[in-house]
């Protein structure tokens, strides 16, 4: 079975530019998550999708983060204009509806570097 | 969101078991206790999950207490590959609407020979 696929795997960008992040999930996950993992901590929650539509974004940065996931599969992450406080690890997962609390497959992430 | 407590390093030999608790004091009725594993440049990955008693799986074993106020991931025999960085969530899965989980500061496992 094919892991959940990511890219770009790293990304260094000046402040003030845009920045896009692309998200496979595992074929037939309903469920697809976005995290940003600074340096030395745990994975906080950006932003979760129920196929397609949104069931938590609490945690994004609105004002500069957007996401989509068209016709419920892929995602595409954005950040536009970036600050030097997004240089983290973004972190793709996906889930599949199983009744409990869903074990959540992650990908190899992106590491965004902002100069 | 139930809030976790875990240590932030532990250090092992080879061959030693591990047992690394995690305090949920105000863990809901609800809840289930996920633990992932994080390697350096990976994403987590999930060990195990439980709600009560004991939970084992063919790499660790999950204890969680009557009052479920803390759970203890146990790892047989460590072995250098084990060092990397082991989550404790507490949290419930919506219905319709996915997992409600919360990442901590996690614990670093170092594995010595």
């Known amino acids: 079975e094919a892991g959940v696929a990511q890219s770009p795997r790293y990304k260094i960008i000046e402040k003030r530019q845009s920045v896009a992040f692309w998200c496979n999930p595992i074929?037939?996950?309903?469920?697809l998550y976005w995290y940003q993992q600074i340096l030395g901590q745990g994975p906080k929650l950006l932003i979760q999708?129920?196929?397609?539509?949104?069931?938590?974004d609490s945690q994004l940065p609105k004002d500069r983060f957007s996401a989509e996931r068209l016709k419920g599969v892929d995602s595409t992450l954005k950040i536009q204009p970036a600050k030097l406080e997004d240089s983290a690890v973004y972190l793709c997962?996906?889930?599949?509806?199983?009744?409990?609390?869903?074990?959540?497959?992650f990908g190899p992430g992106t590491r965004l570097t902002v100069t | 969101l139930a809030k976790t407590t875990q240590p932030i390093s532990m250090d092992s030999y080879e061959g030693q078991e591990v047992n690394i608790t995690c305090s949920h004091n105000?863990?809901?009725?609800?809840?289930?206790i996920t633990w992932y594993q994080q390697f350096p440049s990976q994403g987590p990955r999930f060990i195990i999950q439980?709600?009560?008693t004991k939970v084992t799986n063919e790499v660790a074993s999950l204890f969680i207490p009557a009052d479920r106020k803390s759970s203890t991931l146990s790892l047989p025999r460590v072995s250098l590959s084990d060092t990397a960085v082991y989550y404790c969530?507490?949290?419930?899965?919506?219905?319709?609407?996915?997992?409600?989980?919360?990442f901590g500061g996690g614990t670093r496992l170092m594995v010595k020979p």
């Open positions: 439980g709600y009560k």
């Open positions: 999708f129920q196929n397609n539509g949104v069931v938590d």
């Open positions: 969530l507490v949290g419930f899965r919506r219905d319709n609407a996915g997992n409600m989980l919360t």
């Open positions: 997962a996906s889930s599949l509806e199983t009744g409990f609390v869903d074990e959540q497959y």
């Open positions: 074929s037939g996950h309903a469920t």
């Open positions: 105000n863990i809901a009725t609800n809840d289930y």
